[in-house]
């Protein structure tokens, strides 16, 4: 079992800057993937970026490769998502997820594990 929350939503105008963090709690932390998802209104859940605890090998989706960063802090059991140069389609609910994933990093059905979901807002 593995417990996941999301923190460090909010609000901020385009072009700013924000952290998200996740603390992870549970056995086996080390063979997860962990991931960040986002889901705006009337759309489905989306792949944003995901990260392997062991090697800390990483994984974005084109649309926020070279903004968006996701590392881990071990002895924290946490992970957290820079995002920077925020624009308005950013907006959205993004969720924490777990999983041992071995291939398709991008597809949310792998990930056993969810967060409550933190909202980010980005005005124009």
């Known amino acids: 079992q593995v417990q996941l929350v999301e923190s460090g939503g909010g609000l901020v105008q385009a072009g700013g800057s924000l952290r998200l963090s996740c603390a992870a709690s549970g056995r086996t932390l080390s063979l997860y993937t962990m991931g960040w998802f986002s889901q705006a209104p009337g759309k489905e859940r989306e792949f944003a970026t995901a990260i392997t605890w062991t090697s800390g090998s990483t994984y974005y989706a084109d649309s926020v490769k070279g903004r968006f960063t996701i590392s881990r802090d071990n002895a924290k059991n946490t992970v957290y998502l820079q995002m920077n140069s925020l624009k308005p389609e950013d907006t959205a609910v993004y969720y924490c997820?777990?999983?041992?994933?071995?291939?398709?990093?991008?597809?949310?059905?792998?990930?056993?594990?969810w967060g409550q979901g933190t909202q980010v807002t980005v005005s124009s």
């Open positions: 997820a777990a999983g041992i994933v071995g291939g398709m990093k991008g597809d949310p059905k792998n990930y056993r594990y």
